[in-house]
């Protein structure tokens, strides 16, 4: 039975850091894709960032040279570091993996695995 648990999740203030990380149990993050989703109020599910199995990354315009994902093997988990903070990045924050794609809705509970979600508010 595979889950994966988010942390870190919190409010800051404008131009803040947060870090997110994402541990798994039943699951090898490097052996597919994992990622960060975010659905902010009243908007659409957005693919934060990902690492494909070839260890490529992407990110989102809007969170370009301000987030970071991560993944240490060893350890088995994800990161998303976050700094700059904007009022426009809060949201429920989702990691994934094993099907990692631009989703018009999140979660997609049956299309991967997924997080609980973890709240990101910042403040104004």
């Known amino acids: 039975d595979v889950q994966l648990l988010e942390s870190g999740g919190g409010t800051v203030p404008i131009g803040g850091s947060l870090t997110l990380s994402c541990t798994s149990s039943?699951?090898?993050?490097?052996?597919?894709?994992m990622g960060w989703y975010r659905r902010g109020p009243g908007k659409a599910c957005e693919l934060v960032a990902r690492?494909?199995?070839?260890?490529?990354?992407y990110y989102l315009d809007s969170v370009q040279g301000r987030f970071t994902i991560s993944h240490d093997s060893a350890k088995n988990t994800m990161n998303l570091s976050m700094s700059d903070l904007k009022i426009e990045d809060t949201a429920v924050y989702y990691c994934a993996a094993d099907w990692v794609v631009n989703w018009s809705d999140c979660p997609r509970p049956g299309y991967g695995y997924w997080g609980q979600g973890t709240q990101v508010t910042v403040s104004s």
């Open positions: 690492i494909n199995e070839e260890l490529s990354i």
């Open positions: 039943g699951w090898i993050f490097a052996s597919s894709d």
